[in-house]
């Protein structure tokens, strides 16, 4: 990756971290009142976040538990994994970087506006336009959104996604191709970072491997590489093909663009 990517401390080199299975922290966790689950396997509705978990990946029980979940034949994006076991197929798979916040200045942004399920469908077409990650009708149920209007027109986008305890990620960062590099993502990314930091959370976020511009950009205003991270869509064993995700983009998939 040609970007350079500087590593934070690891509190313990010996202990699993709660950012190391983010998605299972969270739905265990703050966002366990939206967690639909069978034993050791859970995921979000469907029209919140396409995010499945498993509690301990090497465990084949949370496997045959996720199956049950989100039925035969069903192709569903998880985290966290590096194989899969017999029967399980994996129809595709990416690189991420997981980041969090050592140094940035957070700090509300003015002309940021609160956005709500009223917002959603103007918030989908920019995501459709920007193509930051999976975005579903009521993603806006995971936590704050905040939006940039230019004459009304929803511009730019930032909120939050996992809340892993102690911590949440900023998600959907994205700004409208006519409106780039004003710094709008900045503005809203720090805006976000405000309200999660008064709260008591850390900042955290995802990034595809290869988007080595927003790497950059998160490098710049005060994130550091944390863990590299994997993200999967499996096809439970069995069953008539079926795909469970949305938003205009690969389920799962870390965020794209900044």
């Known amino acids: 990756m040609s970007t350079s990517v500087h590593r934070a401390p690891s509190p313990s080199p010996t202990e699993p971290h709660v950012l190391d299975n983010a998605a299972w922290a969270a739905l265990t966790g703050p966002h366990a009142h939206l967690a639909e689950r069978v034993g050791r396997a859970a ?16 465990d084949p029980r949370a496997w045959d538990d996720l199956a049950a979940l989100v039925g035969p034949g069903t192709v569903t994006p998880v985290t966290a994994v590096r194989t899969v076991p017999g029967g399980w197929e994996t129809e595709d798979s990416g690189e991420g970087v997981q980041m969090v916040d050592t140094a940035l200045h957070a700090e509300p942004a003015p002309e940021a ?40 027109r929803l511009i730019a986008l930032a909120g939050e996604r996992l809340r892993p305890p ?32 008064e709260r008591g959370d850390t900042p955290f976020l995802h990034a595809a491997a ?16 944390r863990r590299r ?18 938003g205009g983009q690969e389920a799962g998939q870390p965020e794209g663009r900044a």
């Open 43 to 58: 995921r979000y509705p469907r029209d919140v976040s396409p995010f499945t978990a498993l509690e301990d990946p090497a």
């Open 229 to 246: 991270t994997r993200f999967a869509l499996v096809r439970t064993p069995g069953g008539q093909p079926e795909t469970q995700g949305g």
């Open 210 to 225: 290869s988007n080595t511009d927003a790497i950059r950009l998160y490098e710049s205003i005060g994130f550091t590489l």
């Open 113 to 152: 506006v609160r956005l709500g399920a009223a917002d959603v469908p103007e918030i989908l077409g920019l995501i459709a336009l920007t193509r930051p990650g999976p975005f579903l009708p009521r993603t806006v149920e995971l936590g704050t959104y905040l939006g940039i209007r230019d004459r009304g």
């Open 166 to 197: 102690g911590w949440t990620e900023i998600s959907a960062v994205c700004t409208h191709p006519d409106h780039r590099g004003r710094g709008l993502a900045t503005r809203l990314v720090r805006a976000v970072a405000a309200g999660i930091r």
